[in-house]
């Protein structure tokens, strides 16, 4: 196929968009590849179709060979099953809702668990039936807090999600396994750097997940592996490991110490060791209790919560709202320390929390035996060597601690290090909670029914045009891998000679011929800007047509490296094949 740019419909850009933050969103807009429709919103111009569309190929070539089948659901959805499933209150405001004409709920699926049970239970009915698995390509819709970095996180964006339905648990071991491995051949097809780490199931309800990070500063997960083991996880699923309990024989006494001007964990541990207390305190001898409040989907009013986390920790919102899901979870404000007035900011203990029926939960390293510094519910007191377990009981644990680089690994190998990623996939074994929903069963062999257990599987396919962009990139601009270029080989002709036209269009001709797909820049605009279109648009082969025609050669440049060759006008078909097939 040869595209002629004279004619092609794409306007590249010389400047950044106003609004683009991270380079793939930079890079696509200005080469023209997408355009914004909406907040969150954005239109696929033929080259960046033409990358979508190779992702695809790769996505459903992996998924049909593990032996899914591809099926597709409306994007406009009836309430009913997601009532059923407690999911058009759970996904809170994420969910786009509509009515219809004559006034009954719609929504457009966020992703689409509900039906694919439905369809198998209207279709299957024995054991003989199973396993099965399904998949769609198809456009979703989340009402995200944050659309950002373009089509990287969009309000409508092509997700491919697969389903597994198996008769036990060793069934829907070996469906999630097939599409762990089926994912991990097409993120290499796709050329990218990426991660598996151990993945909280968030909205989904279920056990066993794991998630596909993409390396990128500009990510926005935060994973950590251990320097010892094969230990890797988002941040948001890492689990504290507790330690033993200690005994509460012989522990000193809580005090209540007068701390004057002491609201910060800095403050309270440089006054504390001023004080002569006869020991070293740091901050991890402190307990901080940081007050949020939660609302449950569906819920008007908002409940008060108290965290507990050793004052050397910050709390990390990603990670409580992650271990709090479904439930939302926002600070606290002005007016509800007015409301409350027996939270005295900066002082606040577990004391006052329990006293007023606020629950509160501890990071698991708050165990019975630990004695902490924390606030006295009185402005400028502390008390010293309160007990936990003795002193005061938390409501339960909290994964809500900041994970540090240099943390122990929870494994009990190594150390954690950190780095940043883009989630391109998410495979997670679901278990039974929509076939219980929709009641879901086969006919077993003894005539009894067996309940259906599930896998859930996504790839975000129009965010891995980004998270690819996001890897494959120069100062210049994209540099696309093979499996996805909109184009196998970019052809410019430099020169204004119609001998030079006569060589590009005779080259393209033959290269079309052969199967390889040809960008054809036969404007009549400069060198130059031909030259810069092509580093911007990122096809892995540029070849130019020139002055070296008349002497017989042209020249050859590979994207990535930069590397220049020139090879033989005879030749270079053959050549460029090659460089093509790999
Ligand atoms: P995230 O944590 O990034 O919001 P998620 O956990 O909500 O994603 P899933 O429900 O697991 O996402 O969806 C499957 C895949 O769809 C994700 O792994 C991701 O690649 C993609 N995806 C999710 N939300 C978006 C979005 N708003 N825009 C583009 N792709 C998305
Ligand atoms: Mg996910």
């Known amino acids: 196929m040869i595209t002629r740019m004279s004619s092609l419909f794409l306007r590249t850009l010389r400047e950044d968009p106003a609004d683009a933050e991270v380079p793939s969103h930079r890079l696509l807009v200005r080469a023209g590849y997408v355009r914004r429709a909406a907040p969150g919103g954005y239109s696929w111009l033929p080259l960046g179709l033409r990358v979508l569309r190779n992702i695809e190929r790769v996505v459903r070539e992996e998924m049909d060979a593990i032996g899914a089948q591809e099926i597709q659901f409306p994007a406009l959805l009836p309430k009913e099953p997601y009532e059923a499933t407690g999911r058009w209150s759970e996904y809170g405001d994420t ?31 024995s054991y003989k039936d199973y396993p099965v698995m399904l998949y769609q390509v198809q456009t979703k819709y989340r009402d995200e807090a944050r659309p950002r970095a373009g089509v990287l996180r969009g309000r409508e964006f092509v997700m491919k999600d697969s389903y597994s339905f198996d008769l036990d648990d060793e069934g829907l071991a070996a469906s999630y396994q097939k599409h762990r491995d089926a994912y991990i051949k097409i993120f290499d097809r796709l050329g990218l750097d990426y991660a598996i780490v151990a993945a909280t199931s968030g909205a989904m309800g279920g056990s066993a ?48 110490h007068h701390t004057p001007d002491t609201p910060t964990i800095e403050t309270l541990v440089d006054f504390l060791n001023g004080a002569g207390m006869g020991r070293e305190f740091t901050a991890a001898d402190t307990l901080k209790n940081v007050l949020v409040k939660t609302r449950t989907p569906g819920e008007k009013e908002w409940t008060l919560l ?82 936990c377990g003795r002193d005061f009981t938390p ?178 078909v053959e050549h460029l094949t090659g460089l093509v097939r790999g």
């Not at 219809?100 to 299957?124: C, I, M, N, Q, S």
Request: net charge negative; no cysteine; charged share 25%.
């Open 95 to 125: 969910v786009f809702r509509l009515k219809d004409r004559k006034g009954a709920d719609y929504l457009l699926g966020p992703t689409h668990e509900e039906l694919f049970t439905l369809t198998v239970k209207g279709e299957y009915s």
């Open 395 to 572: 409501d339960g644990t909290v994964e809500a601690a900041e994970v540090r680089e240099g943390d122990a690994s929870p494994d009990g190998q190594g150390t954690l290090v950190a780095a940043r990623g883009i989630e391109i996939g998410h495979i997670f074994q679901l278990g039974r909670k929509y076939a219980d929903a929709f009641e879901l069963d086969a006919l077993g062999p003894d005539a009894k029914p067996v309940r259906i257990t599930m896998g859930s599987y996504g790839i975000g396919v129009s965010r891995l045009v980004a998270a690819i962009a996001e890897q494959h990139h120069d100062e210049l601009g994209l540099v696309w891998p093979r499996a996805v270029t909109p184009a196998d080989v970019h052809l410019v002709v430099a020169g204004k000679d119609d001998s030079v036209f006569e060589g590009g269009e005779r080259i393209a001709a033959e290269l079309s011929q052969r199967g390889v797909s040809v960008l054809f820049d036969d404007r009549t605009v400069s060198p130059g800007v031909k030259f810069a279109d092509a580093e911007l648009i990122g096809v892995p082969t540029i070849v130019v047509v020139g002055k070296g025609l008349a002497k017989g050669v042209v020249e050859v440049k590979d994207r990535a490296s930069g590397e220049r060759t020139e090879v033989d006008v005879d030749a270079v």
């Open 209 to 256: 997940s794991e998630e596909f990070l993409a390396t990128a500063e500009s990510g926005e997960d935060t994973y950590v592996r251990s320097t010892a083991s094969g230990y890797a996880a988002n941040v948001e699923a890492v689990v504290t490991p507790a330690p033993p309990a200690r005994d509460l024989a012989g522990l000193p006494e809580a005090q209540v």
């Open 306 to 387: 108290g965290v507990g986390v050793p004052g050397d920790r910050e709390v990390d919102m990603k990670r409580l709202e992650a271990a709090l899901e479904p439930a939302e979870v926002a600070l606290v404000e002005e007016a509800d320390f007015t409301a409350n007035p027996f939270l005295v900011k900066g002082y606040i203990g577990p004391g006052a929390l329990q006293a007023n029926g606020i629950r509160f939960l501890v990071d698991p390293r708050i165990v019975t035996g630990t004695a902490w510094v924390t606030g006295a519910d009185k402005s400028d007191h502390h008390v010293v060597d309160l007990v």
